[in-house]
């Protein structure tokens, strides 16, 4: 007669109440003014800081002006 091993699952998670769903705590939105707080400070384009006013600079700091058009 061959001896068959059990495949029914019979184990449990430890510290977690069975019955009660997980509810997730991890997903739930930032409290806070995070956002208004981003809005200030400029983007990183490459070596370049975009800020929100419209100035483009270095990363230093040092604004960035246009090169010149050349025209033919």
Same mark, same amino acid.
Do not use: F, Q
């Given at each position: 007669?061959?001896?068959?091993? *059990? &495949?029914?699952? &019979?184990? +449990?998670?430890? #510290? %977690?109440?069975?019955g009660e769903p997980?509810?997730c705590p991890e997903?739930?939105?930032?409290?806070? +003014? %995070? $956002? &208004? +707080? &981003?809005?200030? @400070? /400029?983007?990183?384009? #490459? *070596? +370049?800081?975009?800020?929100?006013? #419209? @100035?483009? $600079?270095? @990363?230093? #700091? @040092?604004?960035?002006?246009?090169? /010149?058009? %050349? $025209?033919?």
């Amino acid at each position: 007669m061959t001896t068959y091993i *059990n &495949t029914r699952a &019979t184990a +449990r998670a430890i #510290g %977690i109440p069975h019955g009660e769903p997980y509810k997730c705590p991890e997903l739930r939105p930032i409290a806070g +003014r %995070i $956002t &208004t +707080r &981003t809005t200030a @400070l /400029p983007s990183r384009r #490459g *070596n +370049r800081l975009h800020h929100p006013c #419209g @100035l483009v $600079t270095d @990363l230093a #700091g @040092l604004p960035i002006t246009p090169a /010149p058009e %050349i $025209t033919p």
